[in-house]
């Protein structure tokens, strides 16, 4: 593998606390997401990725507080969602210490707010969030409000859309994989690769090292975000790091 691909730690945030779910519902309590991403740093991610998973909710985030105390800890880039509904938001975030954004139910209710966002920061800034579940073969919807809520569009098509508009990267959390450990969406992975021309960040599923294989050769990740591996501490990034290695794609040597 030529490219080189990002090994990204995702830290849901619920309020001060870090979270972890399965297919983003029943969510549990990890601990302080300062000490998580400092350890992550530390054991060398590539990316830090965090997203608060009830500011769409409440219509808050709480996340700035959290990416001001993180940056003194961590000096790898962060990209930042949940809750993001205005350029005002993202400036705020970027002040705070943020170095990208990634938006999805704002993007969904207000499409113009990508190339907003992509206008006045760039479009390196600006990550489409996509959280997608499967409905027939080949295709899969777009849910808003941390896989609450329907949206009726296409994920491929609304990966294009978000592009056109501006986006520079596209998240793609599967909602049927996530926090299952049973291996990420890879046809939905590479349905988006082959339909975008930016990088695609996948996430939900991961369980063991054949599946970081297959979202990257099969899924052609460009970036891969863990969660419950590391939280759970059932892998360090230096091992994920080694299971890269051995399947011969090139990641940062740290």
Known sequence: MGRQVRLIARLDIKGPN???????????VIGDPQAFAKRYYEQGADELLYIDVVASLYGRSK?????????HDVFVPMTVGGGIRTVQDVTDLLRAGADKVAINTAAVHRPELIREV?????????VLSIEAKRRE????E???DCGRERSGLDAVEWARRGIELGAGEVLITSIDQEGTRKGFDVELTRAIS???NVPVIASGGYGEPAHLSAVVKEGRADAVAFADVLHYNRASLADLRAAANAAEITVRQV
């Open 142 to 144: 777009v849910y808003t």
């Open 137 to 140: 073969s080949g295709r899969w």
């Open 18 to 28: 870090l979270i972890k779910g399965v297919h983003l519902e029943g969510l549990r």
């Open 63 to 71: 996340l700035t507080e959290i990416v001001r105390r993180a940056a």
């Open 194 to 196: 082959e339909a975008v």
């Open 118 to 126: 992509a206008r006045r920061f760039g479009s390196q800034c600006m």
